[in-house]
């Protein structure tokens, strides 16, 4: 597993591992509100985690990213090409062994993301909204119960 730490230097490349995970996502967001979110993780969201650790490949790629503040699993995002291999889930269990993340937050429309969250364990603790690109999701906290 080459699980790290992220560089300031890799926000756009990690942007670009959360936008490619889309093409296989069962919610999408329309290509303007992509550029706009993308943009908004690069400058806001992204730097103020308190961290970001990044999967490579073999070869020193970025698969996927998890993004962890506050104990909570903000994104966690894994190329389309890198899914279904257990990336996610070493993702995640990196977030909660190593960084003491203890809750993951999920936008509700994303079926496919819940489903992996409750099948590695998580269970749905609340909800509410948040807002994207002047439009407002439904956002799940989910807690890690072991």
């Keep these: 597993m080459k699980i790290r ?23 999408i ?9 993308k943009h908004k993780m690069v400058k806001e969201y992204l730097p103020q985690m308190d961290d970001i650790y990044v ?3 073999f070869f020193n790629e970025v698969v996927g990213f998890v993004a962890v503040s506050e104990k909570t ?24 062994k190593e960084l003491g993340a203890e ?4 936008l ?9 969250y409750k099948h590695i364990g998580f269970k749905t603790k609340s909800e509410s909204f948040v807002e994207l690109c002047d439009k407002n999701f439904a956002l ?3 807690h890690y119960e072991n």
């Design 73 to 96: 699993i903000k994104i966690l995002s894994v190329a389309s090409w890198g899914q279904s291999g257990g990336l996610g889930t070493s993702l995640a269990e990196y977030a909660v």
């Design 5 to 27: 730490k992220a560089e300031k230097s890799q926000l756009e490349e990690i942007a670009a591992v959360w936008e490619d995970s889309l093409k296989t996502a069962d919610f």
């Design 29 to 37: 967001f329309i290509k303007e509100d992509i550029e706009k979110i």
């Design 108 to 116: 509700s429309e994303k079926k496919d993301a819940m489903a992996f």
């Design 103 to 106: 809750n993951a937050e999920v």
């Design 140 to 142: 799940t906290c989910m």
């Design 55 to 57: 999967y490579y490949s």
